[in-house]
Structures are given as C-alpha cells and as structure tokens.
C-alpha cells in the first residue's frame, strides 16, 4: 500500500483562468480510482483552499464565490466516486516523522514535477458568472503516460 499526493490543478483537470473551469475530461479519474482500487492512499495535495484571501475564491465582479476553490476540488473527487485519505494533510504523519512541512508519501502526481508526462491541447473552459465558453490551449498531466509508469511500477 502506498500513499500518493495528487495536485489537482493541471494535473487532474486543464485549469483555466481564475474565473473559470474547464470540463475536459483528463483520463485522471479512472486511474486514481484504480490506484484505490488496489488499496492505495490518496491525499489531495493543492494550493487551493477555503480562504477569504484567496482571489481564486472570488468571481470578476468580485463576489465570492458561491462554492470556494478547494470545495470545488473536492466535489470533483466525490463526483467521480474517488475517496480520499486527506486533503493537504497526511494522517498520521506527525506521529512518523513530527511537524514537518514535507509530507510523508511514497509518490506525488503533480504537473510541476520535472519528468511528468503533460499533453497541451485546446479545452473548453467555462466562466463562473455568466458561463460563456472560451477555447484555451492549455496543458494537463498525461494520463495515458501516467497509467503505463504506474504498471510498470506495478502499483496498479
């Protein structure tokens, strides 16, 4: 069993601008629920959160928004039926290894990684308030490449 830390913005999903979300399907779901599925940990790891400072938690007209940033994530994982260990936060981990700011897991998903297979391509993205679709090219970790990596690792 392992504990994998998931990024969410670009990694699970194509991220947009600040004002909207893009509804692409990334192939994410499927092989995080597999990882589960083979009784792997997985824990949100993510720079989104719930705060009143957080401009991505605010919509253009600056009102904040109806559901913040990291609600969103989370709704995304529930969704799709993908259980989660912990969100920004490894249980247990104090106990191991004491208070410290590095989390204790044995493999992170993450776009910002060097080595990360990403794809680029054009997404629709649709903004919060009026839901007007734009075409954006923007990237997203490879899932596809991410699955095969995972196999030969013998972890799914």
């Not at 601008?17 to 792997?40: F, I, M, P, W």
């Not at 680029?120 to 923007?138: A, F, M, N, P, S």
Request: aromatic share 10%; with cysteine; net charge positive.
């Amino acid at each position: 069993m392992a504990i994998c830390l998931i990024d969410f913005d670009n990694t699970c999903v194509f991220s947009g601008s600040d004002n909207e979300y893009c509804t692409e399907d990334t192939g994410a779901a499927q092989v995080l629920r597999k990882l589960v599925k083979n009784g792997h940990k997985l824990v949100l790891w993510t720079c989104r959160n719930s705060s009143k400072n957080n401009p991505y938690n605010y919509t253009t007209s600056g009102k904040y928004r109806d559901e913040d940033s990291l609600q969103e994530a989370k709704r995304w994982f529930k969704e799709r039926r993908i259980p989660l260990f912990g969100i920004n936060h490894v249980p247990g981990s104090e106990e191991v290894i004491g208070d410290s700011r590095k989390p204790l897991a044995d493999f992170v998903i993450d776009d910002t990684n060097i080595g990360t297979p990403i794809i680029k391509k054009t997404v629709d993205c649709i903004e919060y308030e009026t839901g007007k679709i734009t075409q954006r090219y923007l990237y997203c970790v490879d899932w596809k490449k991410i699955k095969k990596l995972l196999k030969e690792r013998e972890l799914i």
